[in-house]
């Protein structure tokens, strides 16, 4: 990893780089942002240039540098989640390493990732450590949310929160890590809400671009076709049950779109890029009105499956309402 590996967040890097320049790192850090906002990457970044040893940090190539980019500095200890939350065991097991010495330079970076699945019992094993820690220790916890810490941890930390990427940033990420074309990584990048996991995540998977696909078609059969075709939609669901609330949002957010459409007509602001035609055409199916009760009617079909309503009356229902047949959508549809 060196300086270019890091897209985006150039103000960020730069407050980071003035704290190590200036010799202003202090024992305890908590890096906080939204799951995917790239909060291991940054923290990473900032363990990388503490420990460099040259001048322009990080360099890149001194020995601390390589040893970090091949995932084998002995001083960078990550602690991580083991699917049960992190535990007092594995805390107590980095105080009692901790007052070591470092092995080769003068400081030792311990990253706790997933910070806030510590339970209380870590958290206040943690906080020992954090009212004395050895002089040559920097801490970093990572946290989605600061609020599931204890205040006495938070207190204890400097605090530094990882803001999203622009969609341009998105973008220029995509293409490079994954070699996307330009149309592809700016729908992408629209639909990762600036969360670098998230629009790697969805950009790399066919699961995802498949049921894209599937959600447009579906809109579209239901825009068109008669009510007992509509009905015969239920069978996608239902062989797709288990991914519910992902279709149901993929819905919601082709219908945004069209909302979008309707008052831009086409603007920067549509995050499908790709398929202008298809929203263009649904929204000249779809009233503004309809689009709105379709929404509704896809938020009151997630609390009712969340509630363990029946499946398939739920969804036979909600795709009554899309097609326009519902008992309150007399006239929804329309060509306005
Ligand atoms: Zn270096």
Not at 107 to 133: F, R, S
Request: aromatic share 6%; net charge neutral; proline share 3%.
């Amino acid at each position: 990893m060196d300086r270019s590996d890091v897209i985006g967040q150039s103000a960020l890097l730069k407050d980071l780089r003035g704290l190590v320049d200036s010799g202003r790192v202090v024992h305890s850090y908590i890096f906080h942002g939204p799951k995917g906002v790239g909060k291991r990457t940054i923290s990473s970044f900032f363990a990388k240039m503490i420990l460099c040893r040259e001048k322009d940090k990080p360099c890149g190539y001194c020995k601390s540098c390589r040893q970090f980019d091949s995932g084998n500095h002995p001083d960078v200890i990550k602690i991580k989640d083991n699917n049960k939350g992190i535990r007092i065991e594995a805390i107590r097991e980095m105080r009692e390493e901790i007052g070591i010495k470092p092995f080769q330079g003068e400081i030792k970076v311990y990253i706790i990732e997933d910070g806030d699945t510590m339970n209380p019992y870590a958290q206040n094993a943690l906080l020992k450590t954090l009212e004395e820690p050895p002089e040559h220790s920097v801490i970093i916890i990572l946290a989605e949310n600061v609020a599931t810490l204890l205040p006495t941890i938070v207190s204890r930390c400097q605090r530094i929160r990882v803001p999203r990427l622009t969609i341009a940033e998105m973008a220029t990420l995509i293409k490079k890590e994954i070699g996307s074309t330009e149309e592809e990584a700016q729908v992408f990048a629209g639909l990762s809400q600036g969360l670098p996991g998230r629009g790697l995540e969805l950009a790399r998977s066919k699961e995802y671009k498949q049921m894209r696909q599937d959600t447009l078609g579906i809109l579209e059969r239901l825009s068109r076709s008669s009510l007992s075709e509509s009905i015969s939609c239920v069978d996608y669901f239902m062989d797709n049950r288990d991914n519910i609330v992902n279709i149901l949002d993929n819905i919601e957010q082709w219908l945004r779109d069209l909302m979008v459409f309707k008052y831009s007509n086409g603007g920067e602001l549509i995050l499908n890029k790709d398929k202008l035609t298809q929203i263009h055409g649904l929204s000249q199916v779809f009233t503004t009105q309809a689009v709105q009760y379709i929404i509704d009617s896809i938020e009151d079909s997630k609390r009712k499956l969340k509630a363990h309503a029946n499946f398939q009356l739920t969804i036979e229902n909600l795709l009554i309402r899309i097609q326009g047949s519902g008992e309150y959508a007399g006239g929804s549809r329309s060509k306005i």
